[in-house]
Each structure stands twice: as C-alpha cells, then as structure tokens.
C-alpha cells in the first residue's frame, strides 16, 4: 500500500486510440479524480501498410475531433500537460499537421489557448543512408535484408520515438504535445518518467493502460487511470461501474505482444516476469516488482511503399454439382486464365499475379472441410504494376468467373455477380518495407519539435 | 483425447506487429493448463508443421498463474502483403480448435 501524501503521479487515458470515444461520465470522473496529465495514443500499424504509405488517418477526422475536443477542455480547466501520439494513425509529419489542424480548430470554436508542441518523427531514405553505411541500423527478427535501394522503396518512413522528446517539449512549456509516431506506452509513461518515478512501474502501467479499458473487466466502458509511485502503480477504471482484476490486468500483456514478459522500448526493456498483481479492492490493481533494464538506445523503423495495383472481382457459386468439385473446377479455370492472359493479353508470368479466395471453402482456414460448402465466394485479385493493367486482365477474367463450366461439353453455365461493373479498383498496394532499429547517439536525434500558441492569445 | 477447442476456454489470435502473430490459449483451471502446455500437439515442432512456419521461429510462454499457454511466429504472409489473407491475424487460431490433446 502507498501513503495517501506520498508522491504520486496520475495519469488519465480516456481509450485506446484517439477517436475511439471515451464514454463522457467515466471521462469525467475520471476528470474529477485530478490526474496530473491526460495522454492517448493515436496511432499503430495494426491496420496494415496503406496508412503509413498514404500518410493518412485511418479513424474519422469528426471522430478524431470529438476526443481531441473532450480532452482539450479538461486540459484547459485542469491545467496539466496532455500528449497524443502518433497522430493520424501512421504518425508522419501529415498526421501531426492533421492533428494540430483539428487541434486550432477547437481552440478557435472553445475559445481555449495553449502552448502547442509538434513533435515530429518523419525520416527521410536519405537521412538513413549515412546510418545504414556506419552499421548503425540493425534487423529485427524476421529479419529482412536492407539496402539502400529498400529504403529508397518507402513512401513514408517513420521512427517510433521514446518518451524524451515529449518530456523535453513539456519541459519547456508545451501544454499539448502531438506527437508523430512515438511508442504507444512513451507517451503514457512520459510524464511519470520525468518526474522521476520508477522506470519499470511507469513503463509497465504505460504497457497496461495502452490501450484504454482493455484491461478492464467491460471494455467498452471508457479508460483507465495508472497512478505511478515510487513502490509500483494502481490501476482502474475511469468509469465507477468498471472494474480491474489482477486476472484482466496481467492477461493484457498477453495482447498484441508476442513476448508478454519482456517488452523492449527505446533504451530500455520492461522485464514483467516477477510482477505483482494484487486486486486493492474490487476495481483497482495495484502493480509492484516490475523492473526495467538500461539497454543500448535504439528507435524502431516503420517504413511502407507503393507496389503496384490490385482490381478485384467477386463472385459467388451456389450449384450443389459444381461445390462437390469445386477445387477441380478451379484448378482448370486457373490454367485457362492464365494461358489466356499469356495468348491474349500478352502478359507473361511475374508481369501480374492473379489470386484466388474462395470464401465459404477454405480462403482463410486452410483445415479441409469435411462436406462441400453450401455456397462460396469466390474473391479474384488480380495485382499488376499499374491500375489499368490490373484492371484491364480483371476485365479478360470476366467472362470466365462468369460462365466457365465444370465439364467442357456442359450447357453453359452462369454464376452469381453481385455489382456491375464486376471489377473493382483496389488502388495502389502497400507493403511494409521495414522491421529494423537504429542506433541513435541521442534519444531526440530522429525528433524535430515545433511550437506554437494556439487560440486566443495566437491572435491577440 | 479430446480436441483443443473444446479442452480450452478461449483462444485468440492477433498480430504483435506486421511481422509475428500471436496466439493465447487461455484455459479454465491449473489442471487444463498443464494438459495444454504439456502436450507435444502444441510443440514449436508440431505448430510449424500446422501453420508451415519454421520451428527455429516459434515462441512458447508459459503463464501459469492465470492458465495461458502463449505461442508467437512470424506470420506466413507479411501483413498487408499480396497473399495475406488476414490483415489482423485475428483467424490464425482456428487451425488449433481441431489439434488432438491427449
């Protein structure tokens, strides 16, 4: 148990991610209870590598707007410093651009004013010649070889910044931090590291609260509030209804981690394999004997580019005689295809790829089913390097996915289109390029920081 | 013997960024843990021949305080990447329902 006067440092984390929705009476008490600052991330690759290779928002802007606007609000009554990270899903210098956009915008609308603080963390392939030539950029596990050309290959490229930047901005008076990306867990535990409690309990509370009430018993009811000591941290729920159980709280290092026990951040790794999980009362856990290790300072890189296009049709099979043999029928319509695609359209193999998912048989579970399907559809990607070729072969496909029978001498058979036009432009495919760190002599090294006044006093 | 998904109270799977997927296999009671955590169907060996994944990458953890038996791999398919077939990973555990436990 913790003094009630010792120090203390409380930190409010409305959800998961900006734009999620925080269920206002469980902001609000949460509000009530006093934090020392309000932080959320805002971002992650979980939705793959479109975001970051298009610079662009995943969640809604209106969204977006709506939590930034309920946290900028309590800010402004409480008077403590709050930070979103990696702004517009991807973190890159748009993403924060976009953010402080929305963030003047309420400031105007409210009549609010604040010392705003643009953290970015956008890196350049150039910027990361030099490094990658003095060994300085390391593989992480898979490890995928990297070359100059390689990075060259990335639309956008992003460094997941530690806690010191944001502690810096705040340091010299920013009241809202937005940062680019930045590890989720950095800017929870950004203010609790400053003031020099522990480094395992604020990174291992950071890791727990992350994302929002998912460490709670109802997860939808809004967030959590981590309380960091100088012994460990408390945990519980913003809303008084919600409650924390050293069973949710122990099990959420389990989520989207693949090692729950030993979590590596910039310059350090959070060992979580002696913790203590102990329920205080019936809503709130409290978290002791976490440790954290120095390690060598190294920020991870997140890097996506273009590869070329995808036009996809869908089409659906219901004919009992045609699903008791549906793998022989799609294997001859396959080598149909592609020997037309070769004869006619004059596109050789490894000039497109053509693909086949057949949902309802085995697109995505690969265990056979023991009876045929009832019906199928059957999803047809075809990627080639521009749109119009990838379209122009879905085009060629379309007759047969519409028609092509199961023996040759059948009366011709017609399947199930849904739309029309069939095909539809997936637009331009991204893929992840990266999964390395790099050696930085300076946690700020990748971190540019720009402040500004917004609101009021910014036209006064 | 019985099946996995039926042994289990709950299995998930999700990917820990766009390289490794990991699956938690959260069972009732200490006694069904180490039925799960012991069984040789569960093995880095068996796991990779199941998903085609390379043993050398396959990651067990064992969590028996609250009966979870954890196993990380690299995804087969990049997330995101042409074959992918599951952005989130959020299917990968359905293979497992079906694994024979003795």
């Known amino acids: 148990m913790t003094a009630g006067d010792a120090p203390r440092c409380k930190i409010l984390v409305p959800s998961g991610v900006l734009g999620a929705g925080c269920h206002d009476e469980a902001f609000q008490r949460g509000v009530a209870l006093g934090p020392d600052c309000l932080a959320i991330d805002g971002g992650s690759t979980d939705s793959g590598p479109h975001y970051l290779g298009t610079g662009t928002s995943k969640m809604t802007r209106q969204a977006t707007k709506h939590d930034l606007r309920q946290m900028m609000l309590a800010r402004d009554r409480l008077g403590v410093p709050m930070l979103v990270g990696s702004c517009g899903t991807c973190g890159t210098d748009s993403g924060v651009d976009w953010m402080a956009d929305i963030a003047r915008e309420i400031a105007r609308e409210e009549g609010l004013t604040a010392r705003l603080a643009l953290v970015y963390s956008e890196v350049t392939a150039e910027q990361l010649m030099p490094l990658l030539d003095a060994g300085k950029i390391d593989a992480l596990e898979p490890a995928l070889p990297l070359t100059r050309e390689r990075l060259l290959e990335c639309d956008h490229i992003v460094g997941l910044l530690g806690y010191e930047p944001l502690a810096s901005a705040i340091a010299e008076g920013a009241d809202i931090i937005l940062s680019g990306r930045t590890t989720d867990t950095a800017v929870l535990a950004a203010v609790p590291l400053m003031q020099g409690f522990p480094a395992g309990a604020s990174w291992h509370a950071a890791k727990t609260a992350e994302c929002g009430g998912l460490c709670t018993v109802h997860t939808r009811l809004g967030g959590v509030m981590m309380t960091i000591d100088a012994e460990g941290f408390d945990i519980e729920p913003l809303h008084a209804a919600n409650q924390c159980t050293p069973y949710t709280v122990s099990a959420h290092l389990l989520y989207e981690n693949s090692d729950p026990f030993r979590l590596r951040e910039p310059g350090v790794l959070l060992d979580a394999s002696d913790a203590d999980y102990r329920a205080l009362d019936e809503r709130t856990v409290r978290v002791t004997a976490s440790r954290a290790e120095v390690m060598p300072y190294t920020i991870k890189l997140e890097g996506s580019g273009s590869a070329g296009y995808r036009t996809m049709i869908f089409s659906a099979i219901a004919d009992p005689k045609l699903l008791a043999r549906f793998d022989e029928w799609l294997g001859n319509l396959e080598a149909y295809l592609r020997a037309g695609i070769s004869r006619v359209m004059g596109v050789e193999e490894g000039g497109y790829a053509l693909e086949f998912r057949p949902y309802g048989k085995n697109a995505i579970n690969p265990v056979p089913a023991a009876s045929p399907p009832h019906e199928v559809g059957l999803m047809t990607l075809v990627w080639a390097p521009t749109q119009q070729q990838a379209t122009e072969i879905a085009k060629y496909c379309n007759p047969m996915l519409l028609h092509f029978p199961l023996n040759m001498d059948d009366p011709l058979p017609s399947f199930a289109f849904p739309f029309s036009p069939a095909e539809v432009e997936l637009g331009c495919h991204y893929e992840f390029k990266l999964n390395h760190v790099v050696h930085v002599d300076r946690p700020d090294q990748l971190a540019r920081t720009r402040f500004e006044t917004i609101g009021e006093a910014a036209h006064g | ?102």
């Open chain 2, 1 to 102: 013997m019985a099946e996995l998904g039926d042994i289990a109270k709950y299995i998930r799977s999700k990917s820990a960024g766009p390289f490794w997927v990991t699956i938690d296999i959260f069972c009732h009671d200490a006694d069904s843990f180490e039925r799960v955590a012991g069984s040789p169907a569960l093995a880095p060996r068996a796991i990779a021949e199941l998903y085609g994944v390379s043993e050398n990458g396959v990651r067990q953890y064992r969590l028996p305080s609250i009966h979870v038996l954890k196993i990380s791999f690299p995804r087969t398919a990049v997330q995101g990447s042409l074959g992918d077939v599951d952005s989130h990973a959020g299917q990968y555990f359905v293979p497992l329902l079906s694994v024979e436990i003795d």
